[in-house]
């Protein structure tokens, strides 16, 4: 799986956009971008993932460069539970179920 | 829908003691992951299960570390004995085909050896 690189940490102001960078020059044609969050004390959460095109749910946006080195995670208006650590991770999707490898993340911190 | 069950929530025991980590999969998910994270790190995998057979457990210390997946469901994790720096958060995931793969955790087990 292709490697990522993130900030370690970020704050954001409550009610505004959160958007978390990441780089991740090595990606593969046949790989995906995955994000996951794990707030303090729980399991990691599954937010978002894409391939090339921009993604939306109703958690977040997904916005994957043109070439695919980069994408950012957008919070459109951050609450203070979205405060937690966020990996951006790249992997096979398509019959794979291996493992997922976690980076350090980004701490976002969302202040009042 | 219920998530992913893992027991006991805390656990704190001596070295070189043993101890047992439950979980509970997501109905339905024939994929299950044991994974382990240190403090200030991402969780690493030990384990990942495709219904009852073992098939990636090169992580695992297996000089000490088991696991088992009976029936293809529920999964013990078991440490024996315990090490100072087995002190983590062991995490279990479950995931299916079905479901495009995306993995689901368990709020984890926080293991503390004194």
């Known amino acids: 799986d292709a490697k990522t690189t993130q900030p370690p940490s970020m704050d954001c102001a409550e009610g505004r956009a959160a958007n978390l960078p990441c780089n991740h020059s090595t990606i593969s044609g046949n790989e995906y971008v995955y994000w996951y969050r794990q707030i303090h004390s729980q399991g990691p959460q599954y937010i978002i993932h894409?391939?090339?095109n921009n993604e939306t749910n109703e958690m977040a946006s997904l916005i994957i460069t043109e070439d695919r080195k980069s994408s950012t995670l957008i919070l459109p208006h951050a609450t203070l539970r979205d405060t937690a650590v966020y990996y951006c991770i790249v992997r096979i999707k398509s019959g794979s179920a291996r493992q997922l490898t976690f980076g350090s993340g980004t701490q976002l911190t969302v202040l009042p | 829908e219920a998530g992913v069950v893992q027991s006991p929530r805390y656990k704190i025991i001596e070295k070189k003691q043993p101890v047992a980590f439950w979980c509970n999969p997501i109905s339905g998910h024939n994929t299950l992951y044991w994974y382990r994270q240190n403090l200030g790190q991402g969780p690493e995998l030990l384990i990942r299960?495709?219904?009852?057979?073992?098939?990636?457990d090169s992580q695992l210390p297996k000089d000490r570390f088991s696991a088992e997946r009976l029936k293809g469901v529920d999964s013990t994790l078991k440490i024996q004995p315990a090490e100072l720096g087995d002190s983590a958060v062991y995490l279990c995931?479950?995931?299916?085909?079905?479901?495009?793969?995306?993995?689901?955790f368990g709020p984890g087990t926080r293991l503390t050896v004194t």
């Open positions: 299960y495709e219904n009852e057979e073992a098939v990636d």
């Open positions: 995931a479950s995931s299916s085909r079905d479901g495009g793969y995306e993995q689901y």
């Open positions: 894409g391939l090339k």
